[in-house]
């Protein structure tokens, strides 16, 4: 009545093999349907955000909660100093640490004006 010992590790190997078999497959097929539907609804929300919306998820870190500048500019008075076309054309192209394309094109003229009446 000798039992081999090594048979339950043999029998939790084979299951894990296959188990991690298992989970790749599915992976796959998941990462296939993540990255078809997830970039589609992203998008959709950003075309259908507000311009606080828009500046709440993208540009808070920077421009701060209150409008008051962080690491970068105060944007309290920015219509004082720049035009809203100049405002629309910072937005969509950056510069000076500021990154482009943060905002969705057609949402560019909204954000601009939006910008330029923060007092």
């Not at 299951?15 to 998008?43: C, H, P, R």
């Amino acid at each position: 009545m000798n039992r081999n010992p090594l048979i339950p590790f043999l029998l939790i190997a084979i299951m894990g093999i296959g188990l991690v078999f298992i989970l790749s497959i599915k992976g796959l097929y998941d990462a296939k349907e993540i990255a078809g539907e997830g970039n589609k609804t992203a998008q959709e929300d950003k075309a259908d955000a507000s311009p606080e919306e828009i500046y709440k998820a993208n540009c808070v870190t920077c421009h701060g909660e209150n409008y008051e500048g962080v690491s970068g500019p105060k944007l309290k008075g920015v219509g004082d100093r720049m035009d809203t076309g100049a405002i629309k054309e910072k937005i969509e192209k950056g510069g000076n640490g500021m990154p482009g394309g943060l905002v969705p094109a057609e949402k560019l003229d909204d954000m601009a004006k939006w910008v330029s009446e923060i007092k």
